[in-house]
Nanobody, 121 residues
Framework: QVQLVESGGGLVQDGGSLRLSCEAS????????MGWFRQAPGKEREFVAA????????HYADSVKGRFTISRDYAKNTLYLQMNSLKPEDTAVYYC??????????????WGQGTQVTVSS
């Protein structure tokens, strides 16, 4: 199993930007598909974006297409989520995951601890 540690959440105004990071350890970074889910208060956890094992293959939820970009740094074993044009409805706890399925795993093998993103109007 791979261990995941997220960072980069915070408070930002409507229209602002944030970049989330997820550092992986414990297993071969390139052997996993990785991505992000999020969970807003009172709502179910929902898929946001995924990056396949090989660089360049990605998948996004319709709600974030054109605003969010997922990327991987294989030298640093780190996954990123660049979030631009943020909206109040993007407010949630964001969770990094690792799994062998792409694009959307039903039950990811590993989860990070979550990082809070709050977008004020």
């Amino acid at each position: 199993q791979v261990q995941l540690v997220e960072s980069g959440g915070g408070l930002v105004q409507d229209g602002g930007s944030l970049r989330l990071s997820c550092e992986a350890s414990g297993r071969t970074f390139s052997a996993y598909a990785m991505g992000w889910f999020r969970q807003a208060p009172g709502k179910e956890r929902e898929f946001v974006a995924a990056s396949a094992w090989s660089a360049g293959t990605t998948h996004y939820a319709d709600s974030v297409k054109g605003r969010f970009t997922i990327s991987r740094d294989y030298a640093k074993n780190t996954l990123y989520l660049q979030m631009n044009s943020l909206k109040p409805e993007d407010t949630a706890v964001y969770y990094c995951y690792a799994d062998h399925k792409f694009p959307i795993p039903k039950s990811p093998e590993s989860w990070g601890q979550g990082t809070q993103v709050t977008v004020s109007s």
